[in-house]
């Protein structure tokens, strides 16, 4: 027999307040969480749009966009003259609700994305790639392995940090993400485990994904790594490559030990594994820290790559990232991405090339901005949800915060609704878990970014959609530091 629901128990269920905005968002929200969290089954038949808005009280329209908007991300199965049913989306579809793929102009607070705005530096290195660049129209204006004076710039900072790197080890690419593409697409094939911190980087999985890989977890501690678990899955999956983030990792801001890190590569040259090592953001400390060496230095037969970018540094508009390895390895992954795109974009190499020549002025700029913004976070979350624990993180972008109860998608819903976008913790990991988590970016300037975290309590505050609050401790709790 078919189930069914009225529009009076969908108005029951789905308990939005009035002044929430914009309603059809908030609607769509809702009965997406009803039906994740299971308390909408699927294959039930929904109202018709018409007894629906009239038990709401809203108008029709409101309710045929909220549907349209379930129908888009895989919520809805709608037959033309038959009606609509609960459905849950297909695994990557398209469709499906994605806060990286969120416009700019929705009005919403950009709580989900970790980018900074635009280093200070920028004009200046724009005019200075504007007057070289008629230099280089004579020749075809692309190179597939990079700008020669990019790759040099790129090789005498590894120089600097203390890993020496030739030119021809470095292949420029179109931002990190491009980088992780084309070592995903070389070095994982159907069916191969890919050992993977969790949480992290969520595009770093959608490219193993892409490939058909095994996705092999390994948990990060709220202290860090515990090497012993990576070793172990190393071992007993049988990996030939692990993805890793030892630079402030994203999204814990958690940052590597020089013997952590050899520690890590000897692992790996034991367990015969391909370490593919993110450092978009080696060159954000805001703190005063150790100095590490890259984890490349630690290599000793070629197991570490090494992916860098300039987005999180200087601007995610610069659409330029770089791999570290071989000379063999650059040519084979040059020879790969022919297919695709042939080369970087001309000018922005050089836009880039002249920010490696003031990249201490840079990171002198982003401690004092981002230290700013991550006080003022910590400051609203301290006192308006000291419920909430996290560590105060000595670099990166973002607090990785662990809630009071597993609300990380229902919260997230409820923001949308209030005017903060959030990317809940289920996105950094495997197979939707982490939902205790959400992680909070400080990359907004610090009277925004208040504002957002205000907002964000007072969301958490709401009623019981979002599932039981702990109790409020009598007096702030300092996170460990």
């Avoid at 990190?176 to 593409?181: K, P, T």
């Avoid at 070793?231 to 049988?238: E, I, K, L, V």
């Avoid at 370490?275 to 984890?295: G, H, R, Y």
Wanted: aromatic share 6%; with cysteine; glycine share 8%.
């Amino acid at each position: 027999m078919e189930r069914y629901l009225s529009g009076p128990q969908l108005a029951r269920l789905v308990d939005i307040p009035r002044d929430a905005r914009p309603y059809y968002r908030a609607l769509a929200g809702t009965v997406r969480t009803l039906i994740l969290d299971g308390r909408l089954p699927t294959r039930v038949r929904m109202p018709a749009e018409r007894h629906l808005a009239e038990a709401l009280g809203v108008s029709r329209t409101t309710v045929t966009t909220a549907y349209d908007r379930l129908r888009e991300q895989g919520y809805l199965d709608s037959r033309q003259g038959a009606g609509s049913w609960t459905a849950l989306p297909e695994p990557g579809a398209v469709g499906a609700e994605n806060p990286w793929l969120a416009p700019d102009d929705d009005g919403l607070f950009p709580l989900h994305c970790s980018a900074p705005a635009a280093t200070g530096l920028l004009p200046d290195a724009i005019a200075a790639a504007t007057e070289a660049y008629p230099r280089y129209t004579l020749g075809p204006g692309y190179d597939p392995v990079g700008l020669p004076s990019l790759r040099e710039a790129i090789a005498a900072r590894y120089g600097a940090r203390g890993l020496a790197t030739r030119p021809e080890q470095i292949l420029v690419t179109q931002g990190a993400q491009h980088a992780i593409h084309l070592v995903m697409t070389l070095l994982a094939g159907q069916g191969d485990p890919v050992v993977v911190e969790s949480p992290t980087y969520p595009h770093a999985l959608d490219a193993a994904r892409l490939r058909g890989a095994r996705l092999v977890p390994v948990g990060i501690q709220d202290d860090g790594w515990h090497l012993d678990l990576m070793t172990s899955a190393m071992r007993q999956s049988a990996a030939r490559l692990a993805y890793v983030i030892p630079d402030f990792q994203n999204p814990t801001g958690h940052l590597m030990t020089d013997a952590g890190r050899a520690e890590l590569a000897c692992a790996a040259r034991r367990h015969c594994t391909t370490l593919v090592a993110d450092e978009s953001w080696a060159e954000l400390a805001i703190d005063e820290v150790p100095a590490t060496l890259p984890l490349a230095a630690f290599d000793t037969d070629a197991r570490v790559i090494s992916i860098g970018s300039a987005s999180k540094l200087w601007w995610g508009g610069l659409r330029i990232g770089w791999v570290r390895g071989t000379a063999a390895l650059v040519t084979r992954l040059a020879a790969l991405r022919a297919s695709v795109d042939i080369a970087a974009p001309l000018f922005e190499q050089l836009v880039v090339a002249h920010l490696f020549g003031r990249i201490e002025e840079t990171r002198a700029e982003r401690r004092r901005t981002l230290g700013a913004s991550r006080s003022a976070l910590v400051e609203v979350l301290r006192a308006e949800l000291p419920e909430w624990r996290f560590t105060v993180p000595p670099g990166g972008g973002s607090l990785w915060v662990r809630l009071d109860s597993p609300v990380a998608t229902p919260l997230a819903d409820a923001a949308a609704a209030h005017g903060v976008r959030l990317a809940p913790g289920p996105w950094f990991g495997v197979d939707g878990t982490l939902e205790r988590y959400l992680r909070l970016p400080f990359s907004m300037p610090p009277r925004p970014l208040a504002e957002a975290a205000r907002r964000l309590a007072a969301v958490r505050a709401m009623g019981s959609s979002l599932g039981p609050r702990a109790p409020r401790a009598r007096a702030p709790v300092t996170p460990t530091l």
